[in-house]
């Protein structure tokens, strides 16, 4: 079975910035991507950023644009998300999925889930 380790979650002020890490035990399925959901409190979770296995394509909500970052370490094959400029809205639990499609018009995770890393971003 999959394993999945969000880590770098906390508690920030507005216009900080953290990195997220994501370490699993799994492989990416054929013509997936690798990706960050993000799920706030009383609302779905929702898509943030996705890159392709080999690291050179990326993806990313219209909220994250600019300000977050998606990237592999080669090695290791862990994903990692930096983010800057957070907003109080970014608050949410951050999840990493390694097999991420889009699919009729909408970012999916298909593999399995984490615990995910809380992000708590004060104003």
């Known amino acids: 079975q999959v394993q999945l380790a969000e880590s770098g979650g906390g508690l920030v002020q507005t216009g900080g910035s953290l990195r997220l890490s994501c370490a699993h035990s799994?492989?990416?399925?054929?013509?997936?991507?690798m990706g960050w959901f993000r799920q706030a409190p009383g609302k779905e979770r929702e898509f943030v950023a996705a890159i392709d296995r080999s690291g050179s394509s990326t993806f990313y909500a219209d909220s994250a644009k600019g300000r977050f970052t998606i990237s592999i370490d080669s090695a290791t094959r862990a994903v990692y998300l930096q983010m800057n400029s957070l907003k109080p809205e970014d608050t949410a639990v951050y999840y990493c999925n390694l097999s991420t499609r889009k699919y009729e018009g909408k970012w999916h995770g298909f593999g399995s889930w984490g615990q995910g890393t809380q992000v708590t971003i004060s104003s």
């Open positions: 799994g492989r990416t399925l054929n013509g997936y991507a």
